[in-house]
């Protein structure tokens, strides 16, 4: 028997004020233990259905459920909860550069921390947990380091640490790869599939690079003017089959891309 979605999205509609609808008919869902492409070009949507997960987009109409929490008018104290159960990467790193690499990865625990760790200090737990976890993704060396110091890609590592501090039921990563070099790509991705399958942590990953996205994914979403058109088991798909989701006019751009990461 399939577990039940942590994330259960359908017919979202997402619209600012009284603008355009800039999602339309939304359906996801993510299950326990799988990474998912959320591919698109600039524009269809992609950052806003990352942000109608966690609370930061209007949901207009249809329904949003974030493990087991229903989005829609959700209480400030109840949103606060889900937002703490789930994990962000972004293509900036968000890190506090004159802080330490170690510092960095503890805000990840501020949630639950109590009011000692507000005032500056954590538990010796905490710091442990910090640098097994930076042990995990591979710069536990770099622990005393300010974060500034670090190449793009360990700093990406970083923030995946960080975001797994908050011992996270999902994690959502917005263009984790778009600043770094094929090589680092690869291997940042990686970590999050192997994230997603050893942990059992489901995780949303958007993507403009296709070969990417067929790598190392285990299914695909791809929005197009705000709606899916394309849905499936990421074996089940080609860079032919996915390119429907793109503009005529940056076809090419697309293909290179593909290229430059193959």
Same mark, same amino acid.
């Given at each position: 028997?399939?577990?039940?979605?942590?994330?259960?999205v359908?017919?979202?509609?997402?619209?600012?004020?009284? %603008? !355009?609808?800039? +999602?339309? $008919?939304?359906?996801?869902?993510? /299950?326990?233990?799988?990474?998912?492409? @959320? =591919?698109?070009?600039?524009?269809?949507?992609?950052?806003?259905l990352?942000?109608?997960?966690?609370?930061?987009?209007?949901?207009?109409?249809?329904?949003?459920?974030?493990?087991?929490?229903?989005?829609?008018?959700?209480?400030?104290?109840?949103?606060?909860?889900?937002?703490?159960?789930?994990?962000?990467?972004?293509?900036?790193?968000?890190?506090?550069?004159?802080?330490?690499?170690?510092?960095?990865?503890?805000?990840?625990?501020?949630?639950?921390? %109590? !009011?000692?760790? +507000?005032? $500056?200090?954590?538990?010796?737990? /905490?710091?442990?947990?910090?640098?097994? @976890? =930076?042990?995990?993704?591979?710069?536990?060396?770099?622990?005393?380091?300010?974060?500034?110091?670090?190449?793009?890609?360990?700093?990406?590592?970083v923030?995946?640490?960080?975001?797994?501090?908050?011992?996270?039921?999902?994690?959502?990563?917005?263009?984790?790869?778009?600043?770094?070099?094929?090589?680092m790509?690869?291997?940042?991705?990686?970590?999050?599939r192997e994230?997603?399958?050893?942990?059992?942590?489901?995780?949303?990953?958007?993507?403009?690079?296709?070969?990417?996205?067929?790598?190392?994914?285990?299914?695909?979403?791809?929005?197009?003017?705000?709606q899916? =058109?394309?849905?499936?088991?990421?074996?089940?798909?080609?860079?032919?089959?996915?390119?429907?989701?793109?503009?005529?006019?940056?076809?090419?751009?697309?293909?290179?891309?593909?290229?430059d990461?193959?």
């Open positions: 028997m399939t577990a039940p979605a942590l994330v259960s359908r017919g979202l509609r997402v619209a600012y004020g009284d %603008g !355009p609808l800039v +999602l339309d $008919g939304v359906d996801l869902d993510l /299950h326990t233990g799988e990474m998912v492409a @959320l =591919l698109g070009s600039s524009g269809s949507g992609k950052s806003t990352m942000r109608s997960l966690t609370g930061f987009a209007p949901i207009s109409g249809g329904s949003v459920h974030v493990v087991g929490h229903d989005m829609t008018n959700l209480p400030r104290r109840r949103l606060r909860t889900v937002r703490a159960s789930v994990g962000q990467v972004f293509q900036q790193f968000n890190l506090v550069g004159r802080l330490s690499v170690l510092t960095n990865v503890l805000t990840g625990a501020l949630h639950d921390a %109590g !009011p000692i760790n +507000l005032a $500056g200090g954590f538990s010796s737990a /905490h710091r442990r947990r910090a640098m097994e @976890l =930076l042990d995990r993704v591979g710069i536990a060396h770099k622990a005393t380091d300010q974060a500034r110091s670090l190449s793009g890609g360990q700093q990406q590592r923030a995946i640490a960080r975001a797994l501090m908050q011992r996270p039921r999902i994690v959502l990563a917005d263009e984790p790869v778009a600043s770094l070099d094929p090589r790509s690869h291997a940042v991705l990686g970590l999050l994230i997603a399958h050893d942990d059992g942590i489901p995780v949303l990953v958007s993507l403009h690079v296709l070969a990417l996205a067929l790598e190392h994914s285990d299914r695909v979403v791809g929005l197009r003017h705000g899916v =058109l394309v849905s499936a088991p990421t074996a089940q798909l080609d860079a032919a089959t996915l390119n429907v989701l793109y503009d005529h006019e940056n076809d090419n751009e697309e293909a290179t891309r593909v290229d990461h193959a």
